[in-house]
């Protein structure tokens, strides 16, 4: 996050043309009336909130994000309007919820009744796999934020198919496209919005992030994160209560978190019963004088029990052996789970300390969830607001939360790189604090100084031999 504050990238957002059409919305243009106030275009938020006293630079394009919301004029006679909505990759809490109010702002602030849901991601756009559309309403839509995944369905791949699916949005005679979904797709969408100006279509093209991983760029918190982590720590729950039940106990939990431990970082802070927890931007050895093991022995000899969480994109340095993409063009990843499992019985019987291992995996149970309260309200307010943003005929952007503020992103800006824990950050350093593990677990940082002033060296009593 710390590279995104300082790039030079243009916030602009792009529109299909003037909005000379009044919104059917009510609101005030001025304060104080208790009526809410429509947005306009020169209401923006500063990305960049660090700053220094006596510092005042002239702010350009690069450091403001303009603000989502209804505007008073929009580009698209609401009655004439066909609004699609496509979810794409792997299920997270939430999708349903978003979906909800995407279908209830059409249709109750815009009168908007012609909204048409495509089957299976972008694949239900190919006529090769000949899947029905569904016609959403106000009735079928009305508990859905009630189960998890999607009532669309979703798969990966199929938005390289991008003629094709311009061809179908044509067919169907959509002016508005909705996607739902991760890096992947919202990179698609950006290829389609492009194929569409190509074609000198007028067809808005309006995303909303989905990542349970919470890794995309400048977006301060994607929708699902907040019930991933409130099922994750059910899970660590679990593991605890496991551990700690016998001894030399070990709960061992894999999370979601392909290249960002954002998952297991706040999970640990949730919970307070992680020992340790190990996530792709902070390197660790396992073996070694100030390896993971080592920490771990220690642990055990002093408590008798240890939880341990591992984001899924940990060690993959170490565990890849080739590079494959799945359909989605996300690399296919070596599993930490059931390796570092392996390797902690392995270590443990060879230096003969009898263990318990419990592993546990909640990964789908959490990517199926239903999202918790404070997700379902972040989902609405997503919704309505890519609502609000189409039919001022904006496109090629996605609505983020940015300083707590719900804004107008660029797709290209969103997808120009993942969001990563920075390990230098309150966040991680907090994280350290609530598991009191050490700030790095490696072999070269074996002497180097640590948080007591001191530096490391082997206890006594906690030898291999």
Not at 402 to 419: C, D, Q
Request: with cysteine; net charge negative; proline share 4%.
């Amino acid at each position: 996050m710390a590279d995104a504050k300082t790039e030079k990238l243009d916030f602009t957002t792009e529109e299909l043309g003037p909005r000379n059409i009044l919104s059917p919305i009510t609101m005030s243009k001025r304060r104080g009336d208790f009526i809410a106030n429509y947005v306009s275009d020169d209401d923006f938020i500063r990305f960049n909130t660090s700053a220094s006293l006596g510092e005042q630079p002239p702010l350009d394009r690069s450091q403001v994000l303009e603000k989502a919301g209804p505007r008073e004029k929009i580009y698209f006679m609401p009655e004439h309007v066909h609004a699609g909505i496509v979810t794409c990759g792997g299920l997270c809490p939430g999708i349903n919820d978003v979906i909800r109010s995407i279908v209830r702002c059409l249709w109750y602030h815009y009168r908007v009744r012609r909204i048409t849901g495509i089957k299976y991601g972008y694949r239900g756009f190919l006529p090769e796999y000949s899947f029905p559309t569904m016609e959403l309403t106000l009735d079928n839509v009305d508990t859905i934020h009630k189960v998890g995944g999607t009532i669309l369905g979703s798969s990966r791949g199929g938005g390289q198919e991008v003629g094709k699916i311009v061809d179908a949005i044509e067919q169907l005679n959509l002016n508005i496209l909705f996607t739902i979904g991760g890096d992947g797709t919202q990179r698609g969408s950006l290829d389609i919005a492009d194929e569409i100006a190509r074609r000198h279509l007028k067809i808005a093209c309006v995303g909303i992030p989905k990542t349970v991983d919470n890794d995309f760029s400048f977006i301060q918190k994607s929708f699902g994160f907040d019930t991933a982590v409130a099922r994750a720590v059910e899970a660590v729950a679990s593991a605890h209560m496991e551990a700690s039940s016998q001894p030399n106990g070990i709960g061992l939990v894999r999370l979601m978190g392909r290249e960002s431990g954002f998952i297991a970082a706040h999970t640990a802070l949730a919970s307070h019963e992680v020992n340790f927890v190990l996530i792709p931007e902070v390197p660790f050895d396992l073996e070694g004088i100030n390896g993971f093991f080592d920490h771990l022995e220690r642990r055990l000899l002093r408590r008798k029990h240890a939880v341990i969480v591992v984001a899924e994109g940990a060690m993959q340095e170490k565990l890849l052996k080739e590079h494959k993409t799945d359909a989605g063009g996300n690399l296919v990843m070596a599993d930490v789970g059931p390796y570092l499992r392996n390797e902690i019985e392995r270590h443990f019987e060879s230096i003969g300390i009898e263990i318990t291992l419990k592993y546990f995996d909640p990964s789908y149970q959490v990517r199926s969830a239903v999202a918790v309260p404070v997700d379902s309200i972040y989902c609405d307010r997503l919704g309505n607001a890519a609502v609000h943003a189409a039919m001022a005929g904006k496109t090629k952007l996605v609505i983020g939360l940015v300083n707590n503020e719900f804004v107008h992103l660029p797709i290209k800006a969103a997808v120009s790189h993942r969001n990563h824990i920075d390990p230098e950050s309150s966040l991680w350093r907090d994280c350290l604090d609530a598991t009191h593990q050490p700030i790095l677990m490696t072999n070269a940082a074996a002497g180097v100084n640590f948080r007591d002033g001191g530096t490391y060296k082997p206890q006594k009593g906690v030898s291999r031999e």
